[in-house]
């Protein structure tokens, strides 16, 4: 099927845009406050569709279904396509290698998969720098690969969410040649352009004379020159994306048309890369320069600004209320605060479903920055995520019945930006790794909010081993040694700082089996397969009980057909012990009857005693939780057992847990 194209759209008036950048908009209407006037109206007009049918959804008892909360249940899975499954023999995962695949998303039980980009790109970041929003690289196949795709989710009651990265596009989308061609072109204004600053001594476009101080955030400058127009343009991460202009009308009705036409594909939802960033704060001005830093600080002039939430809802507003059926929408918001996510995800605002926040995923980066690593202080990691919880939890009344949800968590431990997640916070030394990888799974499923699986995580696939500079392929990390070793820092030193999070733990391939390349590809691949492949893999989980993945499925299952795991109330208990993680969630009908769901985790290999008399005991009893009353509650899951054997093993709280071991527990108050 042939690519579909934007339609012609009429550009604004530069100086216009310029003066409403300058100057900024008023406020925006609460939307509880008062129903929307003249200003908050959709700027564009909109077309009801009708329910999304292209092709139609089959409902599956695997899955969740389609009523209008579906989603608060849902289990996402986020595909990294380049390292998932390669079918042509060109190292590189595609489209096609997905559709094979679905068998064992499907076995999962998961609802959602999340694509990461597919677009058709020149790779500068492996697809997050977008040539054409409307066609298909063809290094991950074509248009009707993709609705094979689609029909093959849709017929497993599956969904799809592709990645939407409207934030920057490639520097050699049509947009940007047409931008950069010349002052007067009338997509000038779809991209930040700024003249040099003026430094005495230094001709425009040296080192020096950028607009501003900012870092750009994959190293160097934010500013690059164009040697033919005379100016600058931004790009807060690579040269090759430069940012585009939200406050430029006409850019922001080329993205919703955009994604309308996905939809109209049967694409389920999106989820937005660094979407908090679109609204600039205008003027542009220097940002703080710490000792030590080669360059300033833009991040708090450029996230969660001015336009945020008016861009947001315009976007809801035009794009997805017309529609029926729900949208699934994911806002990625580095920089996103405790006070700030509510507003994003309110339902009542009419913004999204909920956002990726990156506190929890910082708290193992050092004075220096994410490649300064430090060990996670598992306190505060519990505190954090529990801070989050709080700030997004639904309205109760005296009874503790939920009233009204205003917002909802994103709960997630890695993703193809992050390292992975039992070498980061479980243990993955062979003699815990499976049990550390299934606590923690169970320890992030039992917090409310939406579970994202990324793929191998189900299979507790641990970090990799790099062989120096030249084997990453990150171009953050690649930017960041070259920069610092540039600087005159050691070499050595540098190289040391960047194994434990650089974003290739996370992209090399899922091991399948114990095959050569791990069943990834038939040739080269990409980038290495991780040694352990042999010992770690799906071929050797799959439907063996006891196994990562099944316990995975487990968790899947146990949140589709449980309302207190899905829905109810968040309290964590004993927060300040390190070595265990105790969530109590709970459900009150509307006639006062209590359901109560119990995590105890062991974070440690020396265990968890929890018989009577024990320090966790009166730890818990002196905040309000008898576990003697817990005597009799059903045993669920038990993460050193087989899902079926759980409920077989005992009732109640067993008297110790071993090292990295869990039990979740379930009762009628």
Same mark, same amino acid.
């Given at each position: ?6 339609d012609?759209?009429? =550009?604004?008036?530069p100086r216009?845009?310029?003066l409403?950048?300058?100057?900024g908009p008023?406020?925006v209407?609460?939307p509880? =406050?008062?129903?929307p006037?003249s200003?908050t109206?959709?700027?564009?007009a909109? *077309? ?7 092709p ?11 009523d209008?909360?579906?989603w ?7 595909v ?5 499954q390669?079918t ?5 995962g ?10 064992h ?5 998961v ?18 720098d977008?040539s ?5 690289d063809?290094?991950f ?6 609705d094979?795709l689609i029909?093959?989710? @849709?017929?497993?009651?599956m969904r799809?969410?592709m990645?939407?990265?409207? $934030? ?7 947009w940007?040649r =047409?931008?950069?061609?010349?002052k ?20 425009p476009?040296?080192?020096g ?12 400058s ?9 100016? +600058? ?6 040269a ?15 993205v ?10 049967g694409?389920?939802?999106?989820r937005?890369?660094?979407i908090?960033?679109i ?6 001005v220097?940002g703080?320069?710490r000792?030590?830093d ?6 708090s002039?450029v996230?969660?600004g001015?336009?945020?939430?008016e861009?947001?809802?315009?976007m809801n ?6 529609r029926d059926?729900h ?21 009542a605002?009419a913004e999204l479903?909920m ?6 995923v910082?708290?193992? $980066? ?5 490649f ?11 505190k ?6 709080e700030?997004?939890a639904?309205?109760t009344?005296?009874?503790g019945r939920?009233t ?9 431990w ?6 992975r ?5 479980g243990?993955?030394d062979p ?6 990888a299934?606590?923690l799974?169970?320890i992030? @499923?039992l @917090?409310? !909010?939406?579970p994202y699986?990324y ?10 081993v790099f062989?120096?500079i !030249?084997?990453y ?6 930017? @960041?040694?070259h ?6 820092? $050691?070499p ?5 700082g960047l194994p434990?999070?650089s ?15 791990a069943? +990834?590809?038939t040739?080269?691949p ?6 352990n492949y042999?010992?770690i893999n ?7 009980p006891g196994?990562v ?6 968790l899947?299952?146990? *949140?589709h ?10 309290r964590?208990l ?5 070595g265990s ?7 009150v009908?509307?006639?006062?009857g209590?359901?109560q ?7 440690a290999?020396e265990?968890?005693?929890?018989g ?7 730890r818990?009893?002196?905040e ?5 009353e ?12 087989p ?7 005992g009732a109640?709280?067993p008297e110790?847990l ?8 379930r009762?009628t108050?």
């Amino acid at each position: 099927m042939a690519a579909f194209r934007p339609d012609a759209t009429r =550009a604004a008036s530069p100086r216009s845009v310029e003066l409403r950048a300058e100057t900024g908009p008023g406020p925006v209407p609460h939307p509880r =406050a008062a129903p929307p006037s003249s200003s908050t109206r959709p700027l564009f007009a909109s *077309r009801r569709v009708g329910t999304m049918s292209y092709p139609s959804l089959v409902l599956s008892s695997r899955h969740v279904g389609d009523d209008a909360d579906w989603w608060r249940r849902a289990v996402v899975y986020q595909v990294y396509p380049r390292s998932f499954q390669d079918t042509d023999a060109d190292g590189v995962g595609d489209i096609p290698g997905i559709t094979a695949r679905l068998d064992h998303l499907d076995a999962l039980g998961v609802d959602v998969v999340w694509l990461s980009p597919v677009y058709r790109s020149p790779q500068d970041d492996n697809g997050y720098d977008i040539s054409d929003y409307e066609d298909i690289d063809p290094l991950f196949g074509s248009l009707d690969d993709l609705d094979e795709l689609i029909a093959g989710l @849709h017929a497993r009651g599956m969904r799809l969410v592709m990645d939407l990265v409207v $934030n920057h596009t490639s520097d050699e989308h049509e947009w940007f040649r =047409a931008s950069r061609s010349s002052k007067d072109d009338p997509k000038r204004d779809w991209y930040i352009w700024r003249p040099a600053r003026r430094v005495p001594g230094l001709e425009p476009g040296r080192p020096g004379t950028e607009p501003t101080n900012w870092g750009s955030f994959f190293s160097g400058s934010a500013w690059a020159w164009d040697k033919g127009s005379g100016e +600058f343009y931004l790009h807060l991460f690579s040269a090759k994306q430069p940012d585009l202009n939200w406050e430029n009308e006409e850019v922001r009705r080329a993205v919703y048309e955009m994604m309308g036409r996905w939809l109209d594909r049967g694409v389920d939802g999106f989820r937005m890369d660094v979407i908090n960033l679109i609204s600039k704060t205008y003027p542009l001005v220097d940002g703080v320069r710490r000792d030590g830093d080669l360059h300033g600080d833009g991040a708090s002039l450029v996230a969660n600004g001015p336009r945020i939430h008016e861009f947001l809802h315009e976007m809801n507003e035009t794009v997805f209320a017309p529609r029926d059926g729900h949208i699934l929408t994911v806002g990625e918001m580095p920089g996103v605060t405790l006070a700030e996510a509510p507003r994003y995800t309110d339902p009542a605002r009419a913004e999204l479903d909920m956002v990726f926040q990156f506190e929890h995923v910082s708290l193992t $980066n050092g004075p220096g920055g994410k490649f300064d690593p430090r060990p996670v202080d598992r306190i505060v990691l519990k505190k954090n995520l529990a801070a989050w919880q709080e700030a997004l939890a639904p309205a109760t009344d005296e009874t503790g019945r939920i009233t009204e949800e205003r917002g909802w968590n994103s709960s997630y431990w890695d993703n193809h930006d992050q390292p992975r997640a039992v070498s980061r916070y479980g243990d993955d030394d062979p003699a815990w790794r499976a049990t550390s990888a299934k606590t923690l799974a169970s320890i992030l @499923h039992l @917090h409310r !909010g939406t579970p994202y699986v990324y793929q191998g995580e189900e299979i507790g696939q641990t970090n990799t081993v790099f062989n120096g500079i !030249g084997s990453y392929r990150d171009l953050e990390t690649i930017n @960041h040694y070259h920069e610092r070793v540039g600087a005159g820092d $050691n070499p050595q030193t540098v190289l040391a700082g960047l194994p434990a999070n650089s974003r290739d733990n996370a992209r090399t391939p899922v091991q399948w089996d114990a095959g050569p390349r791990a069943g +990834f590809t038939t040739g080269r691949p990409w980038i290495d397969v991780t040694p352990n492949y042999t010992e770690i893999n799906a071929a050797s989980q799959v439907g063996e009980p006891g196994s990562v993945f099944e316990h995975h499925r487990a968790l899947i299952a146990l *949140r589709h057909g449980d309302d207190v795991v899905a829905l109810g109330t968040f309290r964590l208990l004993d927060a300040d012990d390190a070595g265990s993680w105790t969530i109590l969630r709970e459900l009150v009908d509307a006639d006062g009857g209590c359901e109560q769901v119990l995590l105890l985790a062991s974070c440690a290999r020396e265990g968890l005693e929890m018989g009577e008399g024990s320090a966790l005991r009166r730890r818990l009893a002196a905040e309000g939780l008898d576990l003697g009353e817990w005597a009799d509650a059903e045993r669920v899951l038990v993460a050193s057992l087989p899902a079926g054997d759980s409920g077989d093993s005992g009732a109640g709280a067993p008297e110790r847990l071993a090292g990295w071991d869990s039990v979740i527990l379930r009762r009628t108050v």
